[in-house]
């Protein structure tokens, strides 16, 4: 784990069982949004630094993300894959 992650800790708790996710703009930018009904969660690239950085973000956390349902799938009771994700726009 990343020494720069020792202090994250939940504000609120996306349920994944619900989520919807798209991508929109908003006021000029783009955003991503991550909702589950109960909660609406957005990412936009911010107002200062480079769209690099906000590009090297996009990745950690869809990276990030592979890994967490790689963890899933491991800890699933055997059954067969129902769904598979595939992005959409």
């Known amino acids: 784990m990343d020494e720069d992650n020792d202090d994250l800790g939940p504000v609120v708790t996306v ?7 798209r991508m929109q703009e908003c006021e000029g ?13 957005e990412f936009g690239s ?4 480079t769209f690099e950085q906000a590009i090297f973000g996009a990745e950690r956390l869809a ?3 592979l890994a ?10 055997n059954r067969p894959l129902k769904q598979v994700a595939t992005h959409t726009t």
């Not at 349920?15 to 996710?21: K, N």
């Not at 911010?46 to 630094?49: P, S, T």
């Not at 967490?68 to 009771?77: H, I, K, N, S, T």
């Open 63 to 65: 990276s990030t993300a």
């Open 46 to 49: 911010g107002v200062g630094g």
């Open 68 to 77: 967490y349902a790689q963890a899933l799938r491991g800890r699933r009771p």
């Open 15 to 21: 349920d994944l069982r619900a989520v919807r996710i």
């Open 29 to 41: 930018d783009l955003v991503l949004l991550v909702d589950d009904g109960d909660v609406e969660v």
